[in-house]
């Protein structure tokens, strides 16, 4: 896919960045290159070959999943200026 000034140009106009002459050439200079090695990568025959998540063969190692702290509500509340019904009161701050 060959880019030109006026692509540039344009993808900066929906993006809404100002770009001068200068900057749309070294933007094109870079995308260019960025997609030559797009496709050089996608020339590569991977036929065969099991997609991964990682370049290692690591696993996460994971902890139990049990509850370490005891429900402290009650205790929570008994701090709070008002409280009905197990719900927080809090004073009306928008009309």
Known sequence: MA?????????????????????????????????ALIEEMQAVDTTGISPMSHSQDVVQRLREDVVTASNQRDAFQRNAPAVDRGLYLVPKVIE
């Open 3 to 35: 880019l030109t000034i006026p692509d540039i140009k344009r993808i900066a106009h929906l993006a809404r960045i100002e770009i001068n002459d200068s900057e749309a050439d070294k933007t094109l200079n870079k995308l260019t290159g960025i997609l």
